[in-house]
């Protein structure tokens, strides 16, 4: 009877250790059973691959084509907040794609492994009577850093002066 007495403590003790270390694997403990959340940090290049395409290209001057740039993460969980910035380049000239009026710039996590989408929609423009870029620079939001690709769509029209192309929010991937 006095064993079983001086093991109840000692149990009770050990479980109350044991249950104020765990953690919900999303953090450190902050004490008192309350999870203490980890900061999680902005995307970067350096652990995003960068996949553009498959295209939907408009065909003709007048129709709209959509070109997909995908985002993986091969880093750690991070995230992005706000929106993405893009810019068409065309011998010397460059031009900002304009955020489509329904993008959020919500902040969004994205997992080790995980994608997100971004949709840029341009309408096509006449040979000679609109922009013809080369190129296409992907930025991040908040970063300085971005990355380049190669712009085989077409002529993008101009709308007063400026691409008649918008850019959309993230979107989850697979």
Same mark, same amino acid.
């Given at each position: 009877?006095?064993a079983?007495?001086?093991?109840?403590?000692?149990?009770? /003790?050990?479980?109350?250790?044991?249950?104020?270390?765990?953690?919900?694997?999303?953090?450190?403990?902050? #004490?008192?059973?309350?999870?203490?959340?980890?900061?999680?940090?902005?995307?970067? +290049?350096? =652990?995003? $691959?960068?996949?553009?395409?498959?295209?939907?290209?408009a065909?003709? &001057?007048?129709?709209?084509?959509?070109? &997909?740039?995908?985002l993986?993460?091969?880093?750690?969980?991070?995230?992005?907040?706000?929106? &993405?910035?893009?810019?068409?380049?065309?011998?010397?000239?460059?031009?900002?794609?304009?955020?489509? &009026?329904?993008?959020?710039?919500?902040?969004?996590?994205?997992?080790?492994? #995980?994608?997100?989408?971004?949709?840029?929609?341009?309408?096509?423009g $006449? $040979?000679?009577?609109? /922009?013809?870029p080369?190129?296409?620079?992907f #930025?991040?939001? #908040?970063?300085?850093?971005?990355?380049? +690709?190669?712009?085989?769509?077409?002529?993008v029209? /101009?709308?007063?002066?400026?691409? =008649?192309?918008?850019?959309?929010?993230?979107?989850?991937?697979?």
């Amino acid at each position: 009877m006095r064993a079983t007495a001086l093991l109840s403590p000692v149990a009770a /003790l050990t479980a109350a250790l044991l249950l104020t270390s765990c953690g919900d694997g999303d953090g450190d403990s902050g #004490g008192e059973g309350t999870p203490k959340k980890t900061a999680v940090g902005a995307c970067a +290049f350096g =652990d995003l $691959e960068m996949k553009v395409g498959p295209a939907n290209a408009a065909p003709a &001057p007048g129709d709209s084509g959509n070109v &997909p740039v995908t985002l993986t993460n091969k880093g750690a969980k991070c995230t992005l907040e706000g929106l &993405p910035s893009v810019t068409l380049t065309a011998d010397g000239t460059s031009a900002e794609v304009a955020p489509d &009026p329904a993008a959020t710039g919500e902040k969004r996590t994205l997992a080790e492994g #995980g994608s997100m989408t971004v949709i840029i929609t341009y309408v096509r423009g $006449e $040979e000679g009577g609109g /922009l013809a870029p080369k190129s296409a620079e992907f #930025g991040l939001p #908040g970063a300085d850093a971005t990355q380049d +690709f190669p712009w085989s769509y077409g002529v993008v029209a /101009l709308k007063d002066g400026k691409p =008649d192309a918008t850019v959309s929010g993230f979107q989850q991937g697979d």
